[in-house]
C-alpha cells in the first residue's frame, strides 16, 4: 500500500516478480522473455512478450502480445557484484583469493554449440559491439557450453586497462566503423569465474573450486585472458597493481557460493582511486568554445528521498564526448529539475533533462553534505541502469 500523496499512491498487487532476457530493444518494439517467481502469476514458466509501440495518443500507448517461445530457454544469468572496502583497511586472513579490478565492462559471456552470446550486467545483448571476442571465446572452451563471468576490456599500447578506448568502441553503431575499432583498438575478454559447464550448475560450488574448474576449462591466450590470482597480501597485491596501472584488486572469500544478481561482502572491491558512478540530471552552458553547447553536467546519485544532487563536473570532456552528450540528452529534455538539494547558483541557467543516462566520474574527495570535489568525467557507463547507480 503505497501512502496518499506519494507517487502511484493507493493498493498495489503485485503479479509476478523476477527478471528478463531481452531479445529486441528498439524505441518502437521491445521483445523480451519474462522468468517470473515459482508462486507468481507465470506459474514458474517463462514468458516470451513482445511490446509495440502504436501510434495512438502521440505514441505513448503500447500494445502487449504474447508470443510463441523461442526454443530451448536457458539460465540468465545476472552477475554478482562485490562490495566496495577502504584500500587502507584492506581485508586480512591467510586464504583470501586476490585478483586484479579490471577497469572495463562487466559481461557474461553464453556458447552453446559454438556460438557466444555476449550480455551486459543488465542482460542487454552487446555481442555486435565486439566482434573480434565470440569465436575465441568459444575456442577457449574447446568446444564446449559454458557460461563465463569476466570483463571485457581496452588496453593500452603498453598493456595497461585504458577506459577510455573502451568509449570509443561503446559509443560506435555502424558496421564500418566497428570493423575499423577492430583493427584500431581491440578488446579482450577477462575471464575470472566460471557458472556453467556443459549444463552443471556451478555456482553452488565455493569459489576456491570454481577457479580450479576455470583454470582447467578456459584457455589463457589473447584475446580471452583468465584474470591472474595475485600472491601475498592485499597490501602487497595493491601495491602491484598500482605499479601497472590497475585500477585495484577485488578480494574474494574461497569458500563462498556464486549469489547471482546479489551485491555481497563475499567478493569486496579496493579501489586505488575514487571513482563515482552518476546519474545526469542537466546541464549548464559553456563558454568560449563551449559557447551554446554543454559547459557542465549536473550529477545525481539515487536515493530514498529521490535523486540527491551530488555536484558538476565540467572537465575531462573531449569534443566528440560532449557532442555525443549533446545528441543523446536533447531528446531527454524536461522543464521541471529532478534533482533534490541542488543550489540555487548551480540551477541558475540549468537545462534539465530526465535522468535516464549513467556516466562515471572520478574526484578528489567528498564534502560533509556528500558533494564531489573536484570531479573530472570518465565517460558514459552504457553497461549501468540507473537503478544500479549507488553511493560507492
Do not use: C
Not at 112 to 135: C, I
Not at 355 to 375: F, I, K, M, N, S
Amino acid at each position: 500500500d503505497i501512502p496518499e500523496g506519494e507517487y502511484g499512491a493507493g493498493h498495489v498487487d503485485v503479479w509476478d516478480h523476477g527478471t528478463y532476457a531481452a531479445e529486441k530493444w528498439r524505441d518502437d518494439e521491445v521483445i523480451v522473455t519474462l522468468h517470473g517467481a515459482p508462486d507468481g502469476g507465470l506459474g514458474g514458466v517463462p514468458a516470451r512478450v513482445a511490446l509495440i509501440r502504436t501510434d495512438r495518443d502521440d505514441g505513448k500507448d503500447w500494445l502487449l502480445h504474447r508470443m510463441e517461445p523461442a526454443g530451448p530457454t536457458r539460465r540468465d544469468w545476472l552477475p554478482m557484484l562485490a562490495t566496495l572496502g577502504d584500500a587502507d583497511r584492506p581485508p586480512t586472513g591467510p586464504d583470501l583469493a586476490i585478483e586484479p579490478k579490471w577497469d572495463g565492462y562487466r559481461a557474461l559471456a553464453f556458447v552453446h554449440d559454438g556460438e557466444t552470446e555476449l550480455r551486459t550486467r543488465n542482460g542487454l545483448d552487446t555481442t555486435a559491439a565486439y566482434p573480434e571476442l565470440p569465436a575465441p571465446i568459444a575456442a577457449a572452451v574447446a568446444g564446449r557450453d559454458a557460461v563465463l563471468d569476466g570483463e571485457i576490456v581496452a588496453f593500452d599500447d603498453r598493456g595497461r586497462p585504458d577506459f577510455g578506448l573502451l568509449q570509443q568502441r561503446a559509443r560506435l553503431r555502424r558496421p564500418s566503423e566497428i570493423a575499423q575499432a577492430v583493427r584500431d583498438a581491440p578488446v579482450h575478454f577477462v575471464a575470472f569465474d566460471l557458472l556453467e559447464l556443459d549444463g552443471e550448475d556451478l555456482a553452488r560450488l565455493p569459489y576456491r573450486e570454481r577457479r580450479v574448474r576455470l583454470e582447467a576449462a578456459v584457455r589463457d591466450a589473447a584475446p580471452v585472458l583468465r584474470s591472474p590470482l595475485l600472491e601475498g597480501t592485499v597490501g602487497e597485491a595493491l601495491d602491484r597493481v598500482r605499479e601497472l596501472g590497475i585500477e585495484g584488486v577485488v578480494v574474494k572469500d574461497p569458500e563462498a557460493r556464486y549469489t547471482p544478481g546479489r551485491r555481497t561482502r563475499a567478493w569486496i572491491k579496493l579501489k586505488l582511486h575514487r571513482t563515482q558512478e552518476v546519474v545526469i540530471a542537466g546541464w549548464r552552458p559553456g563558454r568560449g568554445s563551449r559557447g551554446g553547447g554543454i559547459g557542465s553536467l549536473l550529477l545525481g546519485i539515487p536515493e530514498e528521498g529521490g535523486l540527491r544532487y551530488v555536484g558538476r563536473v565540467g572537465t575531462g570532456f573531449d569534443e566528440r564526448a560532449l557532442a555525443e552528450l549533446g545528441r543523446l540528452t536533447r531528446p531527454l529534455a524536461r522543464r521541471t529539475s529532478p534533482l533534490v538539494g541542488v543550489p540555487a547558483a548551480d540551477a541558475r541557467d540549468a537545462h534539465w533533462v530526465t535522468p535516464r543516462l549513467v556516466g562515471e566520474v572520478e574526484y578528489a574527495e567528498r564534502t560533509r553534505d556528500g558533494r564531489l570535489r573536484q570531479p573530472t568525467w570518465r565517460g558514459l557507463r552504457r553497461d549501468k541502469a540507473v537503478a544500479d547507480v549507488r553511493t560507492e
